[in-house]
């Protein structure tokens, strides 16, 4: 995911520490990363799924779901764009359990 918010004095969504809590029972990533650039104004998250399932179960859950739309709508009120992108890794293995 990366977001460009207009300027420094907007900051990014951050879900509240609820939401956060309640993601971590879904199944969360193996793997969170973030990184920020343009001296602030562009921040670049990504998530490494075990597996394309585990994405697609964390995706639909209902905490996830609520927690985009909000993201968006705040996004949206504040002129903040946000793109995604969606990839798999053939032989990534996150979690080291043998097949």
Do not use: C
């Not at 990184?35 to 921040?43: I, K, P, Q, S």
């Not at 996830?64 to 903040?80: A, D, L, P, W």
């Amino acid at each position: 995911m990366k977001q460009i918010r207009p300027n420094k004095n907007i900051p990014f969504y951050s879900a509240p520490e609820f939401v956060k809590e309640a993601l971590r029972t879904y199944g969360p990533p193996a793997l969170v990363g973030e990184r920020n650039f343009t001296d602030g104004l562009v921040r670049v998250r990504s998530l490494l799924f075990p597996s394309t399932a585990d994405y697609e179960n964390w995706l639909s859950n209902p905490v996830t779901t609520t927690n985009v739309k909000e993201r968006f709508k705040y996004n949206e009120r504040n002129g903040i764009v946000e793109t995604h992108q969606v990839f798999e890794i053939d032989g990534l293995d996150l979690i080291g359990i043998p097949s």
